[in-house]
């Protein structure tokens, strides 16, 4: 008979699956299959080449994920409109689904009066591309990850993540190169939140000079992310 062998995604979800099933949990690595980024380097070069998209003029800050509770959009959403931020010329952009029940209404109730907010719904793979590449900074509020490709994807070019301090973020941040701009938060501390959003506008950062930058370094930690999936899929199977 075939062995079967388990393997996850984090050591956050191996530990989370391994506790409710009251089932003793290894300490290492051999069974963790890190994922790689969802953005592909194409869609990047192509997306480089165009200059504005869907109208946006200003700086964003961005989020990138299905419109669940579970995303803690509301708490992004009340930090941005407590934060100085938009009046500084920042927008905060929402890229995903927007859902026809009761989250996603309350959602948009939020978000109707405040023209610094932009709901973009779907977006396909090369206006996703487009939305990471010129974001100043990427925001993930989430309660509860398994992983976080979009937080991978964000980190991958450099982009500064500010990202709730879940044990799989944690480990995102040691996947790649960009200690600097990975901002772990506690959800409880609210105004530490607010604190890193006034704070961006101190960075002084011209995305556009960023680009090249930002594709380099997408090369340099794609390469590396995909080289360690494939050595832990031989590991897992030998």
């Known amino acids: 008979a075939m062995q079967t062998r388990n393997c996850f995604i984090s050591k956050a979800s191996r530990d989370k699956i391994c506790l409710l099933l009251d089932q003793p949990c290894l300490n290492d690595a051999k069974n963790i299959i890190y994922p790689i980024p969802s953005l592909n380097i194409n869609k990047l070069n192509l997306a480089s080449r165009v200059k504005n ?13 299905s419109v669940v509770p579970r995303k803690n959009l509301h708490f992004l959403i009340n930090i941005f409109q407590s934060s100085e931020i938009a009046s500084k010329g920042f927008d905060l952009c929402v890229a995903g689904k927007i859902h026809d ?12 009066d405040d023209l610094n907010i932009k709901l973009l719904d779907y977006v396909d793979e090369t206006e996703k591309a487009w939305l990471f590449l010129n974001a100043y900074a990427f925001a993930s509020p989430s309660c509860v990850e398994g992983f976080g490709i979009p937080v991978l994807d964000a980190a991958s070019l450099g982009v500064r993540v500010l990202a709730s301090d879940l044990p799989s973020h944690k480990e995102i941040a040691t996947l790649v190169n960009t200690p600097d701009d990975f901002r772990l938060l506690d959800l409880s501390n609210i105004d530490s939140w607010i604190d890193e959003f006034n704070q961006l506008n101190s960075l002084n ?7 090249e930058n ?3 370094m997408f090369k340099e930690n794609f390469k590396n992310l995909k080289y360690d999936f494939e050595r832990s899929i031989i590991n897992l199977i030998n």
Do not use: A, P, Q, T
């Open 205 to 211: 950062l011209c995305v556009e000079e960023e680009i």
């Open 101 to 112: 029940d009761e989250y996603g209404d309350s959602i948009k109730s939020m978000c109707k």
């Open 53 to 65: 998209l869907r109208g946006l003029s200003k700086k964003y800050i961005l989020f990138n994920s």
């Open 214 to 216: 930002r594709l380099s």
